[in-house]
């Protein structure tokens, strides 16, 4: 079969990779040595200091030392060894027989042997000499009678699935992706101990072969193929390539870089203006490889943006959520379908502030509880945009129905202090209820209502409680049509899933959400919410056209909040500043030179450089140099700002168990 799995690289982010054939066994048994965070794994040749060594030495100056020490130990030995044998003739060697005069020579030509090796070879590098030209050239003269042909040895990809039983011979036989295999063990290592599970396992397989325990969608790959290189057996997706450049850690200097749940379950945060890249060569790929693991039933996605924005095509999806677009399927959960009113109550009063409303928000919320707890108490169920926008702005009929639904239902008395709460601030200038009325109002529009109302006629709505499951949400705002609306859903979206990624029971998937335009979205609430992600195996991706959007009060907390921080081309020199001192410095040597006027010596001396003034006209100076070790900023504001080249970004990176990889310069185009 033939998979689009972009294993060839491309020369153009926005083109797909050229179609290759898919080798199951050749994929399976590609060596994936362990490597630090962001390193992409597959055929990756780990750092060696010894090659890097050689590579810094030039072969000619090194055989040409090597030679020279050779004959200087030449000629020492010969005349060292004169020198000794005569020495020991003076003290009476030749008065012995012959045999000992033997011995007595022959241990002094070994001690002058091991003494000329040990002071020439260590000076002219003989080792590495061997080491680089004699033992490959005597390698190649002992390979030179080819072996007898041996059969390359069976690798056995299915070996750890042998234990279902013989239907696995199946899978022997037919055309296997990356995402069916990766989608089979991972069913496999959930069945367990469990007799029924191993039963129903066996049986799927010997029904369907490598399209058993299939995603519900029933697809096997990403339709219209990748744009991202993938290896999803270690769940990575391939970005770009580190720089060779001495700010670049030694280990990652011309290797792929990639990242993977390790290191986006401690979020990611990437600044950069419109057009640099931060959508095609970042959100694009992170969700394509959160799609692709959703298949394989690793993962589930939420990806959020603007309707226009590259984020895939509505194809990769199980769920497409379009508030504005009648066609649309899918509607929203405004409350995420949270077990508790006050929690959903919070959420969707946080939501509806904007920044400059923020010392109204406890206030906000307490009147949002008032009325979507005792709404749910009578009617069952959470209240539509227009039903829960008429309560806080006072409606009289809506409260009178629902006084008597809790008269009925014998809960009046657990909700009186909400209800007389509510009616006495009615009216009043400070009112919050007021305010949230004509917030929600923004969300009540013709276009966006259906999505929202939660009546009879509305779409069916996706709660961010599922993401228990393999799912793949795209969230497209209506950005250009509502964009206030469209503010709103993405604070309301962000902080349903830090709420509902963090409270999951089973956290075997990991949840990963990606915010295209993160700018209205980010609060103090949804920084905490972020910060709960890092033990819950999901994260978050942030994308910024600047950091100037937000409050400065919110800034250093959101850098804290995150692991990786991502800087892209042409950002201001004060959101450089931020990553630079989040960075941090690092010692680096420099050499300072000084030249002074030349003073010393004595009559004689002075009296010379006095005729070499008058008939030069410059003066004799000495050359004092100082070298010493200072703390520099590992990038600095104006490197970010200025020199970063078009199409590279420089990240820093932290896994989950805290392993930290400085910051590097990444070529995003390869």
């Not at 702005?393 to 509510?422: C, T, V, Y």
Request: glycine share 10%; aromatic share 6%; with cysteine.
């Amino acid at each position: 079969m033939e998979l689009n799995d972009a294993r060839t690289q491309h020369t153009h982010p926005h083109l797909p990779p050229p179609r290759t054939p898919f080798h199951l066994p050749t994929w399976a048994t590609a060596p994936r040595p362990e490597a630090a965070p962001g390193i992409y794994r597959q055929h990756h040749t780990p750092h060696d200091p010894k090659a890097a060594e050689q590579a810094r030495t030039p072969a000619g100056p090194l055989l040409l030392r090597a030679a020279l020490n050779l004959l200087a130990a030449w000629l020492v030995f010969i005349y060292g060894r004169g020198f000794a044998l005569s020495g020991l003739g003076l003290l009476g060697l030749g008065s012995l027989s012959e045999i000992p005069t033997i011995l007595v020579a022959l241990a002094v030509n070994l001690l002058i042997i091991a003494g000329v090796i040990r002071v020439f070879g260590h000076m002219g590098r003989w080792r590495e000499v061997g080491r680089r030209f004699l033992l490959p050239l005597l390698s190649r003269t002992v390979t030179e009678v080819p072996p007898a042909p041996e059969q390359a040895p069976v690798v056995d990809v299915w070996a750890e699935l042998r234990p279902a039983g013989d239907v696995v011979r199946r899978l022997e036989g037919e055309a296997v992706g990356d995402v069916d295999y990766v989608r089979l063990h991972q069913a496999w290592r959930t069945v367990g101990s469990d007799p029924a599970a191993w039963q129903e396992f066996a049986a799927q397989v010997a029904a369907r072969g490598a399209a058993a325990c299939a995603h519900p969608s029933e697809q096997r790959d990403l339709p219209g193929g990748r744009a991202a290189r993938h290896d999803l057996l270690v769940r990575q997706v391939r970005l770009g390539t580190a720089q060779d450049v001495p700010k670049n850690p030694v280990g990652h200097r011309n290797a792929g870089f990639a990242l993977d749940p390790r290191v986006l379950g401690t979020s990611l945060l990437a600044v950069g203006p419109a057009g640099t890249g931060k959508t095609a060569a970042l959100a694009r790929p992170v969700a394509e490889a959160l799609c692709l693991q959703a298949l394989a039933g690793a993962a589930c996605a939420v990806v959020v943006g603007a309707s226009d924005a590259d984020l895939g095509p509505d194809d990769w999806y199980d769920v497409v959520i379009a508030p504005g677009d009648p066609a649309a399927p899918y509607g929203l959960d405004l409350y995420g379908a949270a077990p508790h009113s006050d929690e959903a109550a919070a959420r969707l009063a946080d939501a509806l502030l904007p920044d400059e409303l923020a010392p109204r928000a406890e206030s906000a919320r307490a009147a949002m509880q008032q009325v979507v707890g005792p709404y749910r108490a009578a009617y069952g169920g959470y209240p539509g945009v227009r039903a829960l926008r008429a309560l806080l702005a006072g409606d009289a009929e809506g409260w009178a129905e629902l006084g008597e639904r809790l008269q009925k239902s014998g809960r009046r008395p657990e909700f009186e202090a909400d209800l007389q709460q509510r009616e006495r601030m009615h009216g009043r200038a400070d009112d919050p209820g007021a305010l949230l009325a004509d917030r929600l109002a923004l969300l009540d529009r013709p276009a966006l209502a259906a999505g929202f109302s939660g009546g009879p006629d509305a779409k069916p709505a996706f709660a961010m409680r599922a993401l228990e499951h393999p799912l793949r949400v795209r969230v497209k705002l209506p950005e250009r049509s509502h964009p206030e609306a469209a503010r709103i859903l993405s604070r309301l979206l962000l902080g349903q899933f830090t709420q509902a990624a963090a409270d999951r029971r089973d956290r075997e998937l990991f949840a990963g959400m990606v915010l295209d335009d993160a700018t209205a979205a980010v609060d103090a609430q949804a920084i905490r919410g972020v910060q709960r992600l890092r033990g819950a195996n999901a994260g978050v991706l942030l994308l910024l056209r600047t950091l100037s959007d937000l409050p400065e009060a919110l800034r250093a907390p959101l850098f804290g909040a995150v692991g990786n921080r991502m800087a892209f081309p042409g950002i201001a020199p004060w959101d450089g500043r931020l990553f630079s001192e989040a960075w941090g410095t690092h010692l680096v040597r420099e050499t300072a030179v000084t030249h002074v006027p030349d003073t010393s010596g004595g009559t004689v001396r002075r009296a010379g450089r006095l005729l070499r003034k008058a008939l030069s006209g410059t003066t004799a100076q000495t050359e004092s140099i100082t070298t010493r070790d200072v703390e520099r900023h590992r990038w600095s504001p104006s490197d970010l700002a200025h020199a970063l080249p078009s199409g590279h970004a420089v990240i820093s990176l932290t896994s989950v168990t805290g392993e930290q990889v400085p910051p590097l310069l990444v070529d995003l185009r390869h």
